[in-house]
């Protein structure tokens, strides 16, 4: 019998409770809502526990709590039947008793609104100087590193370099030549209106180079390898293992970020470039199905019209875009405290940034190379 | 209506032949135990020799290489998910690093197991979460607090309040006393002997501490060479001649802690 039963009765002397059964945790929602209802009846009670088969210390916290509050109040309360064990739990439970906050509660503020603005912006300004902060204090990890060659971690370089680069072939190249493949094939449908179905190789060998192959890359490495960084080195603050570094004397940002910085920094163009050529693939093939442009001739024609510099730009912005995403993934793996969620939050933050940053840096360079004449 | 019978026969937790390995090391072969009802019994061993390890098996954490493992008469592979869930809740486990929520508060982890079984009302619920940390030794000022702003002393009572919040029948304890103050270990001893008094609880309990093994433990099994050499009342351990059973309670601190017991025992004679 997994129950508890209440006998209630009048007597002349007041009411009389008998209970019978088990008064444990299992069947105390249905219990302690009516032995709550008489702890502000002021008519004499007696409680009589001789049945009960067993009692633990919810049961008795229950029972504790009628007798405390009636006394409290002065009702007459008596207990009959009560066994050495369920006194002694009563007593234990009386002892630890102690009102607790559950959590602190958010306070309710006036103008709800204006205080979260001004936190978001106020949190804003602080993550910009710690991130500044952060890169001023990575950046000179890494001189230092450069100058003192010996000081350089190469086994944690190389391990990050296949992470970052060699297990990201298979995805990026699928990735890029797909993109290559619709490139190819919306342009053709379009030019096709002008009878201008040869200037895909235009669209296709400028964009990828140029833009495309080192922007989808970025973003690929960013979600794969920026979020890892967060995620890892977060987690090993957690554990506290970021600080036992520091107690042994290893600095976390040489040991930790210095190497998947060099590693992602190295990966990136050699990445973007093999993205932009897988691209190129899809797009040559689409050509020679949908448009009977035989592959060699795509090939001669793309060296004609793509200059060298849209080769250069797209290598000169990928180690930029895989400095970004280093130092934003570590940076936000170094922020994380306190919880697993926070964990979670700053992998997120991490991504969205190194994301968003990218694409702004992208804008810029657009407008700059263009200054230079590099159209 | 339980799903699970508790016979109420036999021995409430029994392994036989157990064997546990990782690769090529063997850290169980062989291993035979049994735990009875109401019984505080204690294990020790060497760090490493698999007290842990012996523990989430019988937890039904770590899946074994052979052997057969049974609580209250039931094996505990195999078991349909009713049936399982109906056996976990009557354990209270408290993990050798806390294993806390890290994202609730430690009042908030208290009543995670309260809100996973039942549904009772806030108050209720609060003012258990309440005298659990109180009974764990942890003042009301613990409780909104997260995980991460504890002590490490404090995270073993808290997980210690979680593990209690069931009532549950059997008690897994992986290392309690580690990490507490003389003071805080003390009283811990003296929880654990009056809740087994008063609720007829099982206490599973590893641990290193000399003076909780001879103040609460009925019985002590001695894990080494893979397997449980002896599980007996320490008074017949010592008569074991096994050089590691040996150094363990006849070394200087098992020296002190047989001699603190005899003048408790004194003591209380008087
Ligand atoms: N997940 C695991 N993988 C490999 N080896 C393990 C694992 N867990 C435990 N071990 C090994 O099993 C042995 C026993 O571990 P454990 O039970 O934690 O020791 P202790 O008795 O100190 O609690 C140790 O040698 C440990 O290295
Ligand atoms: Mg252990």
Partial sequence: METATIHDERTEEGRRLTLHGRLTV????????????????????????GGMKRVDTTGAWVLYRLVEHRTEQGFITELTGLTPRIEALMAQVGKANQMTTIRHPIRKRHFHLLAR?????????????TFLAFLGLTMLALVRALMHPRRLRWL????????????????????????????????????RQFGAEVFVINLVGRITFRELGVLMTAIMVAGRSGSAFAAQIGSMKLAEEVDAMRTIGMPPIEVLVIPRLIATTIAMPLLAFYGAIMAIVGGTLISWLQLGIPPAIFIL??????PLTDVLVGLIKAPVFGIIIA????????????????????TTAAV???????????????????????? | MSVIKDDQRGPIIQVEGLRNQFGSQIVHEDLDLSVNRGEIIGVVGGSGTGKTVLMRSILGLQEFAAGKISIFGKPITGLAEKEELEVRRRFGVLFQNGALFSTLTVAENVQVPLREFHSMTTELMDEIAGYKLGLAGLGPEAGPKYPSELSGGMRKRAALARALSLDPRLLFLDEPTAGLDPIGAAAFDHLILELRDALGLTVFLITHDLDTLYTICDRV??????????AAPIKELLEIDHPWIQDYFRGPRGRSAMAGDRENRKLAGT
């Fill in chain 2, 221 to 230: 099994a001695v894990l080494a060479d893979r397997r449980v050499l002896a």
């Fill in chain 1, 327 to 346: 130092v934003t993934g570590c940076f936000h793996g170094m922020q994380v405290e306190g919880s697993a969620e926070a964990v979670g939050e700053k």
């Fill in chain 1, 301 to 306: 024609r793309l060296q004609e019209v793509v």
């Fill in chain 1, 26 to 49: 299992r069947v105390i929602e249905d219990i302690s809502p009516r032995l709550r209802e008489m702890e502000d009846d002021p008519v004499p009670l007696t409680l009589d526990l």
């Fill in chain 1, 117 to 129: 603005i001004g936190a978001w912006v106020e949190g804003g300004i602080y993550q910009f100087g």
């Fill in chain 1, 352 to 375: 969205v940034q190194s994301i968003f940053l990218v694409i702004v840096l992208d804008a810029f360079f657009a407008i700059f190379f263009t200054a230079l004449g590099w159209a």
């Fill in chain 1, 156 to 191: 944690a370089i190389l391990r990050q370099a296949e992470v970052v680069g060699v297990s990201a072939l298979g995805i990026v190249g699928l990735m890029s030549f797909l993109v290559g493949i619709v490139i190819a094939q919306q342009g053709a449908v379009q030019l």
